[in-house]
């Protein structure tokens, strides 16, 4: 099944791959997989495959919106869909229907990119995942094993194919840990990048909201239309966003990369330091400078960030 963005967008810019017989697909996958893998806390099949037989349409009347016309993703059920239950993975707001969409799934939608379901997590993004709505998301390469929290839906949903592209978020790690653990590609932004606008709050200081795929491309187009300025959220940065995907020439001649060895690198597995650094010397081969950083207090960070997301959570709920 073809599964990342450079593959799909030229199929279904040119018409070789219908969007209608790409949704239908990924239907039939879910309903196979999800009840082992539990990703999916809602599936949206019938909407989904009419806004492909929409994408199917303006393609091909020459009205190509870009890489992601066409393409199915799925969202962390904690953002807010128009019509579409929004559990946040709780029994207290199980049956809530929102009646406006986040600003996230309003650009992708707007992208003409297809939304096909929301995704599992640990409850309000916080809880042990053990008692949530739905229970745990299962990690596909290993049933025995966690995907990581929160967002572990949206890693486990794009590690085991049943969706291309995904969003979560991460307030502690929780886009990155469910990358990791499910072998895809996920991003944490730069706070401000991306509007949080109709995502559930857990701390409003470290919230953030970012993209996953099987591909780093994947990442790059989908940040490029979900990120940028928002008036429905003060936060959001008024930076200019470029073509990110432009940048994947896999040049890093020059490229800077900092290195937080004094602090990052201690008390880690010895093969987890063994492959940390053998990718180092391989980037700084292909033409990378690597730079000593210095985290001053970085050991104060954990128990910093464990107050402000105490305080903040507690006051939100």
């Known amino acids: 099944m073809i599964q990342t963005i450079a593959e799909l967008a030229p199929l279904l810019k040119a ?3 219908s969007p209608v017989e790409l949704v239908r697909d990924l239907l039939n996958r879910i309903e196979a997989v999800n009840p082992k893998v539990n990703a999916f806390i809602t599936v949206t099949g019938e909407q989904a495959l009419e806004q492909a037989g929409k994408a199917e349409k303006e393609i091909g009347r020459g009205h190509y919106l870009g890489p992601l016309h066409g393409v199915p993703y799925a969202v962390k059920d904690l953002l807010a869909t128009k019509g579409i239950r929004t559990s946040n993975g709780s029994q207290a707001t199980a049956q809530w229907i929102p009646d406006y969409d986040s600003t996230v799934t309003t ?6 990119a297809i939304l096909i379901g929301k995704l599992n997590l640990l409850e309000f993004a916080m809880g042990s995942g053990q008692k949530g709505l739905t229970g745990p998301a299962k990690n596909p390469w ?3 094993y966690s995907p990581s929290g929160s967002s572990s839906g949206s890693g486990a949903a794009v590690a085991a194919g049943m969706v291309p592209l995904s969003i979560g978020s991460d307030t502690g790690g929780s886009i990155r840990g469910p990358a990791k653990s499910c072998g ?4 944490k932004p ?5 509007s949080r606008y109709g995502v559930t709050t857990l701390s409003w200081t470290l919230d953030h909201v970012g993209p996953m795929a099987k591909t780093v491309a994947g990442v790059a187009h989908m940040l490029r239309a979900i990120a940028g300025a928002d008036p429905q959220d003060h936060t959001a940065a008024a930076s200019p966003v470029p073509d990110y995907a432009k940048s994947l020439t896999g040049n890093i001649q020059g490229l800077r990369i900092g290195v937080a060895d004094a602090y990052f690198f201690k008390n880690v597995h010895p093969e987890t330091d063994a492959a940390l650094r053998a990718a180092l010397v391989v980037l700084q081969k292909l033409g990378a400078v690597l730079v000593d950083v210095r985290v ?3 050991a104060l960070c954990s128990p910093a960030s464990g107050i402000i997301l105490g305080a903040e959570s507690a006051a939100f709920h």
């Not at 895809?184 to 991003?187: E, P, Y």
């Not at 730069?190 to 991306?194: K, M, P, V």
Request: net charge positive; hydrophobic share 40%; glycine share 12%.
């Open 142 to 144: 290993d049933l025995a």
């Open 15 to 17: 018409r070789k791959l």
């Open 184 to 187: 895809v590609v996920g991003l």
């Open 296 to 298: 001053e207090h970085a």
């Open 107 to 112: 650009r992708l939608n707007r992208a003409g």
């Open 190 to 194: 730069t706070y401000g990048r991306i």
